[in-house]
Every structure is written in C-alpha cells, then in structure tokens.
C-alpha cells in the first residue's frame, strides 16, 4: 500500500516501537495508520485496544474492522458483549477507564491502545475519562491518539510523554487530500467570496430550493446537510419533498435495497421506517439521535450505497464515522453548546466540513454556508473558516467512583494523582488549589456519608464505586435496601429515572401508582444529596432522578409492543431506546458489583432479562448487520 507522508512517517515511528499522536484534518486518512498497528499486533499476536468517544461509533468501527480482521475483532460497551477475547478489543473510552481503575490486570496482553477523536479530552461533560484513562496507562502499553487538527497538540504530546515517562512522537498534517470550496447563500444568492456578503436594502429569505438548484446543476450531488435539531432535519426533508433525485433506474435500486434493509432489521412494520420510504425514493432522507439505532444505521447503509443524494442529519453523522460527500451545506454558522448558542468553533465546523470531498473521487469539495447577517457577523464568518482551530484544554472533575477506587489503592494520598492531570500542567495557581479543594470536598463528603469507613470502602462505598456518574443516589437506595425491597419492575423504572435527562420544557407524562412512591423516595434523597452538595460547595450536583419514562418502562416490562409503550411518552423513539439501553447498562454495572448477591442479583437479573429484547436488544443490531 502506498501511504502519504504523514500516515508513512506515523506508520515507521510505531515501527520503531513509539508512541504516537496524529493531528489531520477530517478526511486525511487517520484510520490507515490504525489499521498498521492492528495488523501488525495480529501478526506478532499481541492485543490491541480501540477506543471510540461514542457507542454508535464503536459499533461502526467494529462492523468495518470485523470485515477486514475476521474474528480477531471483539466489541465491549455498556450495550455490548462480543467475542470479549479477541486480540483487538473495541470499547467506549469510559470502559476502558474503568478497567485501568478496577481490573488493570486484564490489559496485560494488550501492548498499544489506540484512542479515536482523541481531543475529545476537551469535551466539557466527558473529558475528564479521556485524561484518567491516560494518567493512569500502564507502563507496558504504547499510545496512538488520533486527533482533529488542534493548534496546542506539542504541548498534548508533551504531557502524555511527561506522565508516562517516554517520548510521544507528533505527526502533523495540515492539508486535505481533497481541498475545500467555500460559498455562502445570503440574501437567497449564493456566491464564493465573503466579501460579496453584504447586508441589502432588498432582504430576500434563503430558499432551500434555490440553493439545492445551484449544487445539483454544478454537479455537486451527493450532499450532506448538517442542521442542529432533529425536528429541523425532518422539516427540511419534508420541504424538498418536491424533489426527485433519482432515475427510474435508480429509484428501482434504492427502494429494493432499502426494502431488503428494512426486513433485515425487522423495520418493516415500523410506522417510521414506512414514512422514511416516501422520502427514500426520491434519494433523500434524514438523520438524527430520535431515531431507531436500526433505521439510522439502514440510512447509512443507503448512504454509502452512493444512491441517496441529499442527507439531513445532525453534526453526529460527522464523528468518526466514514461518510463522506461531495458537497456539505450548513443550515447556520451558530448552535447550542450545552448552556448557551454561540458562533460555531472552527474545530467542530471543520469536523462536518471535513466530510466534503470523496477521496480517490472528487478533486475538491465543495461546502455550502446559509447565512443570515442579522444572527452573525461577516467578521465572526471568516474566523469560523480561516481562523485557527481551538487549542485543546482539559475539563478535568474527577467523579465520585473514581475517588473511591483512588481511594483503595492510595488511600489520602490519592491527591498526588492530580499534578500528573493535563488540568494541573494548564491552570493557573488559583484553578490548580480549586481542583484540588474539589476532590478533597468530594472525599469528604464520602467519608461523612458512610462510603468510607476506617480506612476502607464500606458495602455502600463499593456500590458507588461501580456506577460512575450516579454514585450517590444509587447508593444511598442500596444502603436503605431498597433495592432488596423491590420487584424487578421496580428495579426498571429506578435504573431509566436515574439515566433519563428530560430535554428544555420537558415534563413528565403522569405515573402509576407502583411508580409513585419509587419517585417520591428517589426525589427525597437527591434533596438531600443536592444540598449536601452544596454545603461541600461541589460542582456541578450529581444528576437527578426523572421519571420521564417511568409508564413505558412498565409498559415495555410487561411485554408491550414498542408502538404501544411510544404513546406513553413525550420521547423520541430512538431516545427511548437509548434510555433503556442506558437502564441495562446502569442494572450491569449493579449486577457485578461485589456487594450484589442473593435475591438482589436474581432479581436484576429478570429485570435485564425483561427490557433487553426486540428494538432494545443492541447486540441483536448487530448480530443482524
């Protein structure tokens, strides 16, 4: 194979037994260098570990790395268990955290880990696993981090060299194989230069159809649209319906293989899927977290099939997974970043544009901006193309299971793992003595709270330590023996209103009577642990309880169709999937915790047993892939 220069030079340091870190646009080709370092650890029959910041894109790269490597692929998330002991192994990042802090021993025969979309460390909710996971590496194995284009990567690389005590190799490439064409539609004219951009007297609204009218006579199908809601992306393909892309000829494939699809995936009868059909037949459709992992994943089949021709999705469909087009348009240059809207950063508009431009395909891409002048500057425009991406800073917060696993093996000196954080080497003095004073609150309130006791992990401490993210309520339901006390129904509405997260202005569907007094327990004790947090001055609060999802869980439990149990939610479908998904994972981690045992255990056990079936069994998605 012939490699371009970056992927040879990261490819010959690994060679030389280095670690390494690559910095490349979307699109570079980063995954070749990974795939070296598979084949090679295949060959000497070495293990390798693959991580991926999101479930659906650790999927992806099992479903693509098992047609390469066979049965040398396995696959673990919370979600998923297959063929554990496979050589190359693929996970979540928070996995593979929690088995550097709980079972280092298992990693023994793994000598590299290859950490994808590696400036996630920066993400402000998830970050902190991405840097845990390499403070505390073991010695033995060799890094390739795999990041976007990031200004600040020397000093990245020269963290992890510092903590891990050898030298990390940087790899650097700045240009695209297949450059990027930038024009702008305003005033519902689309030009090439933002000098044109200009406000007028005449304000006319961009029309979608003017601007779909430009891309496709200049050639520039297929096309992926990055829009930021989900309700946006339906409305927009509804407003293209009048459309059609495809030939006769083509129209015959798609819908056939869309068909073929749909049984495979047992989607058929799926009221969503069949309103997809509509749209599908005309080459056009739409993506988002709301929908069924399976029709989301039957889309991006049709996608690379190269018969779609126009895509509406949100800025996941960007991440990781290989799908690229020839044009990319955005719907707006802002978006909501978790708090507030602000202007798009550069590295996240550079992440979507990036999949513009086929490689071996297209000579350029070409990337199409909506503008409205009255929401964002001329000078806020040209900083999101031409300015510098953002430099990658740590979001260091150390949760409370991994205060408590620190705390087994170091006991109070669990505070020196803190100078070896990104976040201790970037702060100021002031930043460093907040961080520090939060882990201390945090352990403080442990130990006040009963998880510690004499100098050891009490049988509540243990099960915190094995929930990370909803350490404190779960354990205090488990210190009153709640969990002892309730059927395996109950278990189930506990674990969805422990993971569920209601969006804006979302309110709760009504709750039955069994539910009622689970709620008003659960809603009790967070107060409590709400204001406790508080007093420690420790933030952000633990995540609450909602019972968002309570009746279709009940629902789902008792054998409901999945159509039945959507009308007893305001949810999404796809959300709900995911939610419940996220239940087993939370009622797993409970399960194989060392202080379940006995009539508890058993009766998890059903209660996985019971929402883990049909549309929410995801190995099943799999299996059928």
């Known amino acids: 194979m012939i490699y371009d220069r970056f992927q040879q030079e990261a490819i010959d340091y690994i060679n030389q037994g280095y670690s ?47 047609k390469q490597f066979k049965d040398h692929i396995g696959l673990l998330t919370g979600d998923v268990s297959l063929n ?75 963290w992890i060299g510092s903590i891990q005590k050898k030298p ?29 951009l200009r406000q007028s007297r005449e304000i ?45 000829d083509e129209e015959a494939k798609i819908t056939s ?15 969503s899927a069949q309103d997809m059909t509509h749209f599908i037949k005309k080459g056009i459709a739409y993506h988002h977290a709301g929908m069924l992992p399976t029709l989301k994943e039957a889309v991006e089949r049709l996608f690379t099939s190269r018969l779609l021709k126009v895509i509406f999705t949100t800025e996941t469909f960007a991440l990781g997974i290989n799908m690229p087009s020839r044009s990319v348009i955005f719907d707006d240059m802002v978006k909501f970043y978790g708090r507030y809207i602000r202007i798009l950063k550069t590295r996240d508009f550079y992440q979507m544009a990036g999949r513009a431009g086929r490689r071996g395909m297209d000579t350029e891409g070409f990337v199409y901006c909506r503008v409205n002048l009255h929401k964002i500057r001329l000078e806020e425009i040209r900083r999101i193309i031409y300015g510098q991406n953002e430099e990658v800073r740590s979001q260091f917060n150390t949760s409370y299971a991994t205060i408590l696993s620190l705390y087994e093996k170091y006991r109070d000196d669990l505070f020196k793992t803190y100078p070896l954080s990104m976040h201790y080497n ?51 339901l488990y210190d009153r023996n709640f969990f002892g006390e309730l059927d395996e129904i109950g278990l189930g509405i506990i674990a969805a209103a422990t993971v569920f997260e209601p969006r804006r202005n979302q309110r709760p569907s009504g709750i039955s009577k069994r539910a009622q007094p689970i709620k008003d327990t659960c809603e009790a004790l967070y107060d409590r642990i709400r204001h406790r947090e508080s007093r420690y001055r420790i933030y952000p609060l633990s995540k609450g309880p909602h019972f968002h999802l309570a009746r279709a869980m009940e629902s789902w439990m008792h054998g409901g169709e999945f159509s039945k ?29 060392t202080v379940s045992s006995g009539i508890m255990k058993d009766r998890i056990a059903k209660a996985i047993r019971l929402i883990n079936r049909d549309i929410v069994d995801a190995e099943k998605q799999l299996r059928e892939g």
């Open 20 to 66: 390494v870190i690559v910095s490349a646009p979307t699109g570079a080709g980063k995954t070749a260098i990974a795939e070296h370092v598979i084949t090679n650890c295949i060959g000497k029959k070495e293990g390798v570990i693959y991580t991926a910041p999101l479930k659906a894109l650790s999927n992806q790269k099992y479903r693509d790395f098992q």
């Open 84 to 158: 554990q002991q496979a050589p190359v192994l693929i996970m979540t990042t928070e996995i593979f955290r929690n088995k550097l802090l709980d079972d280092p021993q298992s990693l023994k025969p793994y000598s590299w880990v290859i950490f994808d979309e590696i400036h996630y460390i920066d993400n402000q909710e998830r970050g902190t696993v991405w840097e845990e996971s390499l403070i505390f590496l073991p010695s033995h194995m060799n890094i390739l981090g795999l990041s976007a284009t990031i200004p600040n990567i020397a000093e990245f690389a020269g």
């Open 426 to 476: 970037q702060a100021g003095r002031h930043e460093q003595k907040d961080a520090l004073r939060l882990m201390e609150m945090k352990l403080t309130l442990l130990k006040d709270s009963g998880h510690i006791e004499g100098g050891s992990l009490t049988q509540k401490g243990k099960l915190a330590k094995a929930v990370s993210g909803y350490e404190l309520l779960l354990a205090e």
């Open 565 to 593: 149990v959507l009308q007893l939610t305001d949810s999404d479908e796809g959300e709900v999937v995911r939610y419940f998904r996220m239940s087993l994972q939370i009622l797993r981690e409970i399960h194989e915790s």
């Open 168 to 196: 990390i190799k940087v790899v650097i490439e700045e240009k695209r194989p297949v450059p990027l064409h930038f024009f702008f539609q305003c005033h519902n004219k689309v030009v090439d230069r933002i000098e044109d």
């Open 257 to 271: 293989l869309y068909a073929c699809l749909c049984q495979q995936f047992d989607l058929t009868h799926e009221r």
């Open 204 to 248: 006319r609204p961009n029309k979608l159809t003017t601007l779909v009218n430009y891309i496709k006579e200049r050639d520039g199908l297929p096309c992926i649209y990055f829009v930021f809601g989900r309700r946006r992306a339906e409305y927009l393909a509804s407003e293209l319906y009048g459309f059609n892309f495809l030939n006769p």
